[in-house]
């Protein structure tokens, strides 16, 4: 039966506002993906700034088209502060499966690097004894070659933790010999080496332990170079150069570093021991076991990332390049250089950036540092940028007080690679500047 023209006249009406209420629940949806997550993120800590050991940091949570900040409450149960936590966790390890192509490069490096030492663990020990003879007293600084070789020793570590009880932990003090390790500054303990003892002078100097944390190509290497350069500080390098976890094994192994098993001899009474571990090296696969470690022994982090991460990538890209054709020498491949000649040998290769995937690439690093941040709500950590600790070196001095050693002047062989203007580093140079015109990563062009 045909419908008359009334009854035509309201089906299409109807038509129409179904299309209508489908486009509007569209835009919706589109505005609502668009805006800030609710899950609370992490306020930044300023340059250089530290927090209190066990002061829950404030978050700032979008409310009303804005963050506010919201602190925890005094009166909230553990188990609420619990669950804000578990929350605030929740979204790690899917972050950091996210962003596995944009660190592509960066684990191939570690697993090479891995590689290398094992070929020359066989000479571990002897090379550690001859680092140990060539420090001074007066706390001169090693050499970038000294501290890779001494510090080579993650195949043969790993025959020596395994027999490392799971329980040992880390040794507290013994009450009859040692007057109880001092209060305020970072949580200390009295080491105990496997297969040693101490010097008399230095068995009851308290021993902080801390961990470096960053991501390659952000400074952390001249920052390490800086920290040993104190006498009373050691960090050994990249422990974990793989990105593996097995829990009782890389427990064993956080135990040695802290009870001083990779120290031949102490030539001044050590107060800071610690080591460097890249975002990339298992941080964020398994943060649940090695912060329930770093909370269990008071364990004190630095962070070190680099604000221009466009900088970051470029150095990345060279780094890589370098890899294979060593251009200081033709023979071996250069991580960081001791003069101006071959930071200029290095910056002659300029890298050529993807501009179709350049700014993904740039939210990526920024959503892992970020996820990071997330990570140490409740440990005791500074967060600290190489471009402000370059302009402001008296940075330097907190980070010496946050590790509770007395501030010196502290030194590194090591110089910067790249350093003019980011045209004169980037192959196409215009192309990336297109790319992130109107980004909020264009102000990196020009710094």
Known sequence: MALTLPVR???????????????????????ESMAPSQEPVPWSVPSGGIRPLGEEPPTAVWRGGEYQLETASAESGGEAVDEKQQRRMGSIQIESKANAESVQEENTEAIDSHKEEDRDTDKQFEIREKVASQETDNGEERTEEQDTQADRSTHEEGKQTDELSEDQGLTQRNASTCPPAPAGGPPRFYPAPRGRTRAPTCACTPVAPFILLSMQRSGSGWFETLLNSHPHVRSHGEVFSKKTWRGARERARLDDVYNLGRVAQETECLRAVGFKWMLNQGVMDHWQDWLEYVRAHGVSVVV?????????????????????????????????????????????????????????????????????????????????????????PSMVDRVQDFLGVAPRPLRSKQVPIHTQGLEHHVANWDQVAAALAGTPYEAMLYE
């Open 304 to 392: 070190l990332f680099r604000r221009n991460t466009l900088r970051r990538m470029v150095s990345v890209a060279a780094n890589g390049y370098d890899k294979q054709a060593k251009l200081v020498d033709g023979e071996q491949h250069k991580s960081h250089v001791h003069s101006a000649e071959e930071a200029e040998k290095l910056a002659e290769y300029k890298p050529e950036l993807d501009p179709r995937t350049l700014v993904a690439k740039l939210r990526s690093v920024q959503a892992t540092q970020e996820g990071a941040l997330r990570m140490l709500a409740g440990t005791r950590h500074v967060v600290l940028y190489y471009e402000d600790v370059v302009a402001d």
């Open 9 to 31: 006249r309201c089906l299409l009406l109807l038509t129409w506002v179904a299309l209508a209420g489908s486009l509007w629940n569209h835009r919706r949806c589109a505005r």
